[in-house]
């Protein structure tokens, strides 16, 4: 069996949509990852996907932007000291783990400050489990395995199983005709228990599907909003002029954001494996059990489709029509993100520019606030990603706030 790389756009593309290559970037991670809708294939994904899609709808994802995100800005910020110099990694998980516990439909159960950083610990652990196939040294990969379950299990008594216990009797009235379906949570969680002699799955199945998407809820974004601010902060610096301008025109800061998604995919590549022989549009072919290697980095910097600086950051390129401005950061075809349009959110009605209800998406919406809230680079302090893994990610980004 060999390896094959695709780092053009176009051959991307066409490789990410391809029902012919499943899923392999997890597969290391089977502890969290085994068997949940990002590793799904064929019909198994198709059904799955067709459920927890009712979760993933623009009207509420358009209320949690203008309704629920500015109390949970305020209530994070009223929590933090943003008198001292603080990590921004640190800062995001807490804008972001209210967020993934929404959508995955985990309860809180005591409220507290302490609930809430362990809740952000367990979803560190979960971010290692889903990248042990990309991490730099693999050798501790079943110790690590071990740690995360030990996690998982505590995950499962103290939040899980609570959660799924207040559903099942939320269904029951429903089923008793004392609770309208309307009045349901609208989560991922309340839809697999709704759906759940459709879909089949075990107990454990559940588990970690939930577990999946408190972790895909969150994770990512989490490090987006730090390459997004990293790069806001930098270009205020170098045009001060801009930054009033980015606090003032939500259409503006979101492309500065999709410039920034563009650059930094949350995995640097895609993994697949050939279920048939795949020749490619650059030439190269895959045999059955080959595996293919999409590099989504290389290809959002294709300069057959960003033009001739496609290393640099610059939010005003024009793009080739028909070409996202975020490129393949969000996948497409089958494992396209259901959470693109709540990261990323939509574009704009161009006759009328940015409306009321324009959905900016959570990390563009964040970076606004953090901004008008008087977020700076921390001078004195050093930025550093993570290097233990090969995603680009930050593990310290020094800020102060200066408003």
Not at 111 to 134: D, H, K, Y
Not at 206 to 234: I, K, M
Not at 367 to 388: E, F, N, P, Y
């Given at each position: 069996?060999k390896?094959?790389?695709l780092t053009?756009?176009v051959?991307?593309?066409?490789a990410?949509?391809?029902?012919e290559?499943k899923?392999?970037?997890?597969?290391?991670?089977?502890?969290?990852m085994?068997d949940?809708?990002?590793?799904l294939?064929?019909?198994?994904h198709?059904?799955r996907?067709h459920?927890e899609m009712?979760?993933?709808?623009?009207d509420?994802?358009?209320?949690?932007?203008?309704?629920?995100?500015?109390?949970?800005f305020?209530?994070?910020m009223?929590?933090?000291?943003?008198?001292?110099?603080l990590?921004?990694?640190?800062?995001?998980?807490r804008?972001?783990?209210?967020?993934a516990?929404q959508?995955?439909?985990?309860?809180?159960q005591?409220?507290?400050v302490?609930?809430?950083?362990?809740?952000?610990?367990t979803?560190?652990?979960?971010?290692v489990?889903?990248?042990?196939?990309q991490a730099?040294?693999p050798?501790?990969?079943?110790?690590?395995?071990?740690r995360?379950?030990?996690?998982?299990?505590?995950?499962d008594v103290?939040f899980?199983?609570p959660?799924?216990?207040?559903?099942?009797?939320?269904l029951?009235?429903?089923?008793?005709?004392?609770?309208?379906?309307?009045?349901?949570?609208?989560d991922?969680?309340?839809?697999?228990?709704e759906d759940a002699t459709?879909?089949?799955?075990?107990r454990?199945?559940?588990?970690?599907?939930?577990?999946?998407f408190?972790?895909?809820?969150?994770h990512?974004?989490?490090?987006?909003?730090?390459?997004a601010?990293?790069?806001l902060l930098?270009?205020?610096n170098?045009?001060?002029q801009?930054?009033?301008?980015?606090?003032?025109d939500a259409?503006?800061l979101?492309?500065?954001v999709?410039?920034s998604?563009r650059?930094?995919?949350?995995s640097?590549?895609?993994?697949r494996?050939a279920?048939?022989?795949v020749?490619f549009?650059?030439g190269q072919?895959?045999e059955?059990?080959?595996t293919?290697?999409?590099?989504?980095r290389?290809?959002?910097?294709?300069?057959e489709?960003?033009g001739?600086d496609p290393?640099?950051?610059?939010?005003m390129?024009?793009?080739?029509r028909?070409?996202?401005?975020?490129g393949?950061?969000f996948g497409?075809g089958?494992h396209a993100?259901?959470?693109?349009?709540l990261?990323?959110?939509?574009a704009p009605d161009?006759?009328n520019?940015?409306?009321q209800?324009h959905?900016?998406?959570t990390?563009?919406?964040?970076?606004?606030?953090?901004?008008k809230?008087?977020?700076?680079?921390d001078?004195?302090?050093?930025?550093?990603?993570?290097q233990?893994?090969?995603?680009?990610t930050?593990?310290h980004?020094p800020v102060?706030?200066t408003?």
């Amino acid at each position: 069996m060999k390896t094959i790389e695709l780092t053009d756009y176009v051959s991307a593309e066409a490789a990410l949509r391809s029902s012919e290559l499943k899923q392999a970037l997890y597969n290391e991670g089977a502890v969290l990852m085994q068997d949940v809708l990002v590793t799904l294939h064929g019909d198994a994904h198709r059904s799955r996907r067709h459920s927890e899609m009712r979760v993933f709808r623009r009207d509420f994802f358009k209320h949690y932007e203008h309704s629920v995100l500015p109390q949970v800005f305020a209530q994070v910020m009223a929590q933090t000291d943003t008198a001292s110099a603080l990590n921004l990694v640190d800062l995001n998980y807490r804008f972001m783990v209210y967020l993934a516990l929404q959508f995955a439909g985990i309860d809180r159960q005591s409220g507290t400050v302490e609930e809430l950083l362990s809740l952000i610990e367990t979803l560190r652990m979960f971010g290692v489990a889903a990248t042990l196939g990309q991490a730099k040294d693999p050798s501790d990969a079943a110790q690590t395995s071990a740690r995360v379950m030990a996690v998982m299990d505590q995950f499962d008594v103290q939040f899980f199983t609570p959660s799924v216990e207040r559903r099942q009797r939320l269904l029951a009235q429903v089923t008793a005709g004392e609770l309208s379906a309307q009045d349901l949570p609208r989560d991922v969680l309340t839809v697999l228990l709704e759906d759940a002699t459709q879909l089949d799955m075990a107990r454990d199945q559940v588990l970690r599907e939930t577990g999946f998407f408190f972790l895909a809820s969150a994770h990512t974004s989490v490090h987006s909003l730090g390459h997004a601010v990293h790069h806001l902060l930098h270009w205020c610096n170098q045009h001060p002029q801009a930054r009033a301008h980015l606090e003032s025109d939500a259409v503006l800061l979101q492309q500065f954001v999709h410039e920034s998604f563009r650059l930094h995919p949350s995995s640097p590549i895609a993994k697949r494996e050939a279920l048939s022989r795949v020749e490619f549009l650059d030439g190269q072919i895959a045999e059955v059990g080959d595996t293919v290697i999409i590099n989504l980095r290389q290809a959002n910097r294709d300069p057959e489709v960003f033009g001739q600086d496609p290393q640099s950051f610059n939010p005003m390129r024009l793009v080739r029509r028909g070409t996202s401005r975020t490129g393949v950061t969000f996948g497409i075809g089958m494992h396209a993100c259901l959470g693109k349009n709540l990261a990323a959110g939509s574009a704009p009605d161009q006759a009328n520019g940015a409306s009321q209800n324009h959905q900016m998406g959570t990390v563009a919406w964040i970076c606004q606030q953090l901004l008008k809230a008087g977020v700076a680079q921390d001078t004195a302090g050093t930025a550093r990603l993570d290097q233990s893994i090969a995603r680009e990610t930050w593990q310290h980004l020094p800020v102060t706030f200066t408003a």
